[in-house]
Structures are given as C-alpha cells and as structure tokens.
C-alpha cells in the first residue's frame, strides 16, 4: 500500500492538515488500513524534503496546512497512470513456512495446511459477512469500502486455492523423498546467486 501517493493524491485536491489528511484516506479506503498520526507526519515530512508538498500556515486553532506543488502534482499524474508491479522477491510468509515445513523430516505437512486452511475459511466467511457500517449505503465511502473488502475476499479466496494446490502437489511425494537433512557442505562468505525464473525470462523478452 502506497501512503505516500495516496497522500499527495488527497492533496492534489486541496490543502489539508494531518488529521484531516488521515479521516480523507479513511475516507477512500473504508478505514480498512487506518494510519496513525505520527505515520502521516512523518510521511509529509519527506515529501517536503523530497519537494513534493510545502508547509503552509497554520489557522486559528494551531492546524498547519500542507500544499502540494507542481512536482507533487506530476507525482500523482504518475501514479495514477502507471500499473502496480509486484516485486518478484517478495516474501510470502505462508508459502515460506510450507515450503520449508515441506522439507523439515517428521513434520506433518498435512495438519500445517489444515491449520492454515481453517483459519483461512473463517477470515473468508467474516469478511463476505461484513457490513458497511457508515451512514449512507449508496455513498462514494460505501464504494471505496466494497473495493477494498472486495479485493481481501478476493485475495482470501486465492490463498484457499493455492493451499488446496498445494496440499495436492505434496501428496504426490512419498514423505521420506521430501525431507531435507542438514548439509555437510560448507557454503562459501557472500551471497548466494539468484537463480533464473521463467518470469524473469518473461520479462527480458
């Protein structure tokens, strides 16, 4: 999730001070990821630094304003017009715990994913119970709240897929083939090399 677009795009709209920039990103995210303050200042303060945003004056009651500017402004049209890429290297916890639990001698690979599974299918049914709990059931607030649940319950439903893939792929291993003893081999200082992925191979062509 970006705060810092999501933030520049609220100001490309107009002046806001911390607290009210956190109720408008509340706003048009279905208060799904909620910010604390510090996190919003902090994040202003960078984008000052960075020339994007300009502290403004402060009003009667002590609030300080902060304006976008023109480089802010191109930041957002940017944004705004370029796809989301998912970094290939990043981390999936689950899938890291079953494919290493896959290659840990004794352990029951079977009862991880039934674990996992459970409590996958009760995050699911909660969210598809979810109710907007705002005050106008047609509104734009009401929308962004949909899409956000939508794309968790989307998400969730995936992740039940793959665990049932995965729990199908294993099964066509003999356990005592998967488990992985320690190595006697001594790896040499330094970083491993990367190995080639097909996606990798995708994007060069």
Same mark, same amino acid.
């Given at each position: 999730?970006?705060? $810092? ?8 709209? =107009? ?33 000052? !630094?960075?020339?994007?945003?300009? !502290?403004?004056? @402060?009003?009667?009651?002590?609030? /300080? ?6 480089? =802010?402004?191109?930041?957002? +049209?940017?944004?705004?017009?370029? #796809?989301? /890429? !998912? ?7 689950? @899938?890291? *715990? ?11 690979? @079977? ?5 996992? $599974? ?12 979810? *109710?907007?709990?705002?005050?106008? #059931?047609?509104? #734009?607030?009401?929308? @962004? ?5 939508? +794309? ?8 039940? !897929? ?8 294993? +099964? ?13 081999? $001594? #790896? *040499?200082?330094?970083?491993?090399? $990367? ?5 990798? =191979?995708?994007?060069? =062509?």
């Amino acid at each position: 999730m970006s705060v $810092r677009q999501s933030l520049l795009a609220i100001l490309d709209q =107009g002046p806001c001070y911390g607290y009210q920039l956190r109720h408008e990103f509340d706003r048009r995210t279905g208060s799904t990821w909620p910010l604390n303050v510090g996190q919003i200042y902090n994040t202003l303060e960078r984008l000052e !630094r960075d020339g994007l945003v300009a !502290r403004g004056d @402060a009003d009667e009651q002590g609030h /300080v304003y902060w304006e976008i500017t023109d480089a =802010g402004s191109a930041e957002v +049209s940017e944004w705004l017009s370029s #796809p989301v /890429v !998912r970094a290939q290297a990043t981390r999936d916890e689950l @899938a890291i *715990k079953l494919a290493v639990a896959a290659t840990l001698p004794g352990v029951d690979v @079977a009862a991880v994913i039934q674990t996992q $599974r459970r409590a996958s299918l009760s995050q699911l049914q909660s969210l598809q119970r979810a *109710k907007y709990a705002g005050s106008d #059931p047609e509104g #734009p607030e009401e929308l @962004a709240w949909a899409l956000v649940v939508d +794309s968790m319950i989307f998400a969730t439903e995936a992740e039940v !897929r793959w665990l049932d893939h995965t729990e199908q792929r294993l +099964s066509l291993h003999p356990k005592h083939a998967m488990g992985l003893e320690l190595t006697a081999d $001594r #790896p *040499k200082r330094g970083r491993p090399a $990367r190995a080639e992925t097909a996606l990798a =191979g995708t994007e060069r =062509g």
